[in-house]
C-alpha cells in the first residue's frame, strides 16, 4: 500500500485560505493522487483527484510538484461547515488495495 | 438512487458470536471495499474486491472474511468477534479497477462485549 503522511490537526479561521499538505514519497509513475473529506457520523466523500500540476473544480484546488512527492490542498475562503477530516491517499493504477491514512483534522474557527 | 446500503446501522454484539455486516450498491460498481475506523487510526482497509468473484485482503484483514458472489452485494463477516473489533465499519464502491472516485456507505457501528 503507498503511504501518506499528513499532519496530525490544523486550525484555520473563518473566510481563510486553507492549504492542507500530503506527503506520498514512494508515489510510483501510474499513481494518481485522490483528497476526501469525512464529517463526523458520515462516509468520506471524493473532493478531487489529480496526477500532476494542477487540478481545479468548483471546492477546491489540487497542488501537484513536478516530482510528485507531496501535494497541497487548497480549500478556498473556508466556512465552519468545512471542519472535516481531510484524507490524502494515493491510488495505483490498477490496484484497488487502497490506503486513507489517518487524514488531518481540520477545525474552522469563528 | 441509494447509492451504497449498509446494515445493520449499529449492532452490540456478545464476544464469540459470529456477525455479518451487509453492503448493497446500486451503481453497477466493479470494485467494492470495506474498512474500519478507529478513533486515532484513520481508516484502515480490512478487504476489497476488484470485481465480482474476486477478494483481495487489505491492511488489517484477520478476523474477518468477505465473499463477492455477484456486483452489488459484499458482505463482511466476522467468525467469531473479539473486543478489538469494536469499531465503525464502512462499506465502499468505485467504479473501476484503475482509480476514481468511491463511494460511501454511512457506515454501521459494531460494538463487541
Known amino acids: 500500500l503507498a503511504k501518506t503522511t499528513q499532519p496530525i490537526s490544523m486550525d484555520s479561521y473563518e473566510g481563510q485560505e486553507v492549504n492542507i499538505t500530503c506527503s506520498h514519497n514512494?508515489?510510483?509513475?501510474?499513481?494518481?493522487i485522490t483528497w476526501y473529506q469525512q464529517f463526523p457520523s458520515q462516509g468520506p466523500r471524493f473532493i478531487i483527484q489529480?496526477?500532476?500540476t494542477k487540478v481545479t473544480n468548483e471546492v477546491a484546488s489540487l497542488f501537484i510538484p513536478a516530482d510528485r512527492k507531496s501535494s497541497t490542498l487548497s480549500l478556498p475562503r473556508v466556512s465552519l461547515s468545512d471542519t472535516a477530516v481531510y484524507y490524502c491517499?494515493?491510488?495505483?493504477?490498477?490496484?484497488?488495495?487502497?490506503?486513507f491514512g489517518k487524514g488531518n483534522q481540520v477545525v474552522v474557527i469563528p | 438512487i441509494a447509492g451504497i446500503t449498509q446494515a445493520p446501522t449499529s449492532q452490540i454484539l456478545a464476544a464469540g458470536r459470529r456477525m455479518t455486516l451487509r453492503c448493497t450498491q446500486d451503481?453497477?460498481?466493479?470494485?467494492m471495499y470495506w474498512y474500519r475506523q478507529d478513533l486515532g487510526l484513520g481508516l484502515r482497509l480490512i478487504h476489497y474486491?476488484?470485481?465480482?468473484?474476486?477478494?483481495g485482503k487489505g491492511e488489517v484483514p484477520d478476523g474477518y472474511s468477505v465473499s463477492r458472489a455477484n456486483t452489488d452485494d459484499f458482505p463482511l463477516t466476522l467468525a467469531s468477534a473479539v473486543p478489538s473489533q469494536t469499531s465503525v465499519y464502512f462499506c465502499?464502491?468505485?467504479?473501476?479497477?484503475?482509480?476514481?472516485?468511491?463511494?460511501f456507505g454511512e457506515g454501521s457501528r459494531l460494538t463487541v462485549l
Open positions: 465502499a464502491s468505485s467504479a473501476g479497477t484503475s482509480g476514481g472516485e468511491l463511494f
Open positions: 514512494n508515489i510510483a509513475t501510474n499513481d494518481y
Open positions: 489529480g496526477y500532476k
Open positions: 491517499l494515493v491510488q495505483p493504477y490498477g490496484n484497488n488495495r487502497l490506503a
Open positions: 451503481m453497477r460498481h466493479n470494485a
Open positions: 474486491s476488484n470485481t465480482a468473484g474476486t477478494t
